[in-house]
């Protein structure tokens, strides 16, 4: 079933298997995905590809400055007929929300997803409604030094699993999608692969994978390195531990396996724990990236190993 999704998504997004399994390994730990690139690349091909190939209820998003928190979560309207306020609902009641270009809208309207994502519902005049199982939030944005832009805090970035980048295709890749009737063309034609049960039944499984006690150390030992090293500002949380291991669970279950390893790990260290650290400014002059960081840490971590 995983490969069946990534197949189906691979017929929009040519040459990009690596994003393309990372964003569904993202679906089945039931966390969401943050796609931050340049524009043009299939950001919002692949999150509009993936909500093809599941049948569930899916809804768009475009985020602008002048968006409201109320025009996602949704309005109570006065009826004539019955005299009373009924609740329209926002397009955060669905399974999948393509939040399109996030860092456009202000941080007021940003807010409003913080509760959404983390506790998969929204309160809205006094009320408390649930959302939807699954719930993924698929946000891109456009790299922060464009213009227009409103760089995304702390708390925000803390909600998404992943982040990642897709880059440029390779030349054979490009040469294909310059064909009529392939890449982004194909989306509208998708069908669906799997349903929304077949998701929560995915979840489950990943959740029950197997993680010994010598990796979970070594996620903790991790985390304390991180508040130890000499560049970062605001270490890993508790929060970025137990994401990063729901995570790694459902990269082994997609790998068809019931237990997790330290390659695992590896393989998901980037991806869902750059995005969580805030560096100090360095007085070397030398730019060092979230990623290169996260990188010396592993390094210098020692790797559970034996049974």
């Not at 708390?155 to 295709?169: A, T």
């Not at 054979?172 to 669906?192: C, H, M, N, S, Y």
């Not at 692969?193 to 990796?215: C, F, G, K, N």
Request: proline share 7%; glycine share 6%.
């Amino acid at each position: 079933m995983f490969e069946s999704i990534v197949d189906n998504v691979g017929l929009v997004l040519r040459g990009k298997k690596g994003p393309i399994e990372l964003a569904v390994v993202c679906l089945l730990a039931d966390g969401h995905l943050l796609i931050e690139d340049v524009p043009g690349v299939g950001k919002t091909s692949l999150a509009k590809a993936l909500s093809a190939s599941i049948e569930c209820s899916w809804k768009r998003v475009q985020f602008t400055p002048d968006l409201l928190p109320s025009d996602l979560v949704g309005v109570s309207i006065w009826s004539k007929q019955r005299e009373a306020f009924e609740f329209q609902e926002g397009p955060l009641f669905a399974n999948i929300v393509l939040a399109d270009e996030i860092n456009r809208a202000s941080p007021k309207t940003q807010s409003a997803l913080l509760e959404a994502m983390e506790e998969r519902q929204v309160s809205i005049d006094g009320v408390t409604r649930s959302l939807p199982h699954p719930f993924l939030v698929i946000a891109t944005q456009n790299p922060v030094e464009h213009d227009g832009t409103y760089r995304l805090p702390e708390s925000q970035l803390d909600r998404f699993l992943i982040r990642m980048e897709i880059g440029y295709p390779n030349r054979q890749a490009e040469l294909d999608i310059l064909e009529p009737g392939t890449g982004a063309d194909v989306t509208d034609q998708l069908a669906p692969v799997v349903s929304a049960r077949d998701i929560q039944e995915m979840i489950t499984v990943a959740s029950r994978v197997s993680m010994v006690d010598p990796l979970k150390n070594y996620l903790v030992d991790i985390a304390h390195a991180s508040r130890k090293h000499p560049q970062i500002a605001l270490g890993l949380s508790p929060r970025a531990i137990i994401q990063l291991a729901r995570a790694v669970r459902a990269l082994a279950a997609a790998r068809g396996r019931d237990y997790t390893t330290p390659d695992d790990v590896k393989e998901l260290a980037v991806p869902v724990l750059a995005h969580r650290l805030v560096l100090r400014n360095s007085n070397s002059g030398r730019r060092v990236s979230a990623s290169d960081v996260i990188q010396e840490i592993l390094a210098t971590v020692p790797v559970p190993s034996g049974r």
